[in-house]
């Protein structure tokens, strides 16, 4: 992972020319250390073997598409995701999300907005190097949110069960859980999430907070059909029940 002394390494997949010299470039004048292929085979090897620390992703590539690539990397590696899309995928945006990515951005994309995302998930990944990290930065400020047996920590974007199991939250969950936990019993309506949890314009159609809230459910163990953690407050939005320090 990137350290303050050497620039993060970002790999641009995209099997445009023409798209994927424009974001090379501009990341390189950026002061970042850039990467470019056309196919997302050997992204594995590539993230292990070259240090990546941020892929930007294009959703359509040929063969195996950028969902796949995405349940695949997010399933073993911690690597930051950004999704490159079309304003047509809102489906496809939402199970990116879903599948584990961290943020998206739609063609055509403003360069400089791209870059925000890009440094935020990059300062987000280097907080969360391990415990005991010489090169991990020093941890400041509020010391997280504890629930029910529960804690996450806004440093780390880390999640950890009752039982100890850690875990690093992609970055829409980690926002829509903090957001929550930082207004227990209060109902939290879909529009005060969704600018919570996305620094863009939205439609009123996007169901991103409803996906990211089954996720948190999920990994809760808070029953959908019965939640306890995580309330439903029909017409209304939605209400977390925990008992928060």
């Known amino acids: 992972m990137q350290t303050s002394y050497a620039p993060a390494h970002i790999l641009i997949v995209e099997d445009d020319l023409a798209s994927r010299s ?3 470039s501009y990341f390189e004048n950026e002061g970042y250390r850039v990467s ?3 196919q997302a085979d050997d992204l594995h090897e590539r993230i292990e073997q070259e240090g990546i620390d941020l892929i930007l992703l294009d959703i359509s590539l040929p063969g195996k598409d950028g969902l796949t690539v995405t349940r695949e ?24 999300l879903e599948l584990g990515a961290d943020d998206y951005v739609t063609k055509p994309f403003n360069p400089r907005e791209l870059l925000v995302r890009a440094k935020n998930l990059l300062w987000r990944i280097q907080t969360a190097l391990p415990e005991g990290d010489d090169k991990a930065p020093v941890r400041t400020g509020a010391k997280g949110y504890t629930f029910e047996g529960w804690h996450l920590d806004p440093f780390k974007r880390q999640l950890t069960s009752p039982e100890g199991e850690q875990e690093r939250l992609p970055e829409g969950e980690f926002k829509l859980l903090q957001t929550l936990a930082e207004h227990p019993g209060q109902v939290l309506s879909r529009d005060q999430l969704m600018d919570a949890i996305h620094d863009r314009e939205w439609t009123p159609n996007d169901r991103s907070v409803d996906v990211l809230i089954g ?14 953690l995580i309330l439903t407050a029909h017409g209304a939005g939605y209400m977390f029940a925990g008992d928060t320090r």
Do not use: H, M
């Open 22 to 24: 424009l974001l090379v």
């Open 215 to 228: 996720r948190l459910r999920r990994k809760l163990g808070d029953n959908p059909s019965n939640p306890q």
């Open 36 to 38: 470019e292929t056309d």
């Open 73 to 96: 990397l997010r399933a073993a590696s911690r690597v930051g995701i950004i999704l490159v899309t079309s304003k047509g995928d809102e489906i496809d945006r939402i199970v990116g």
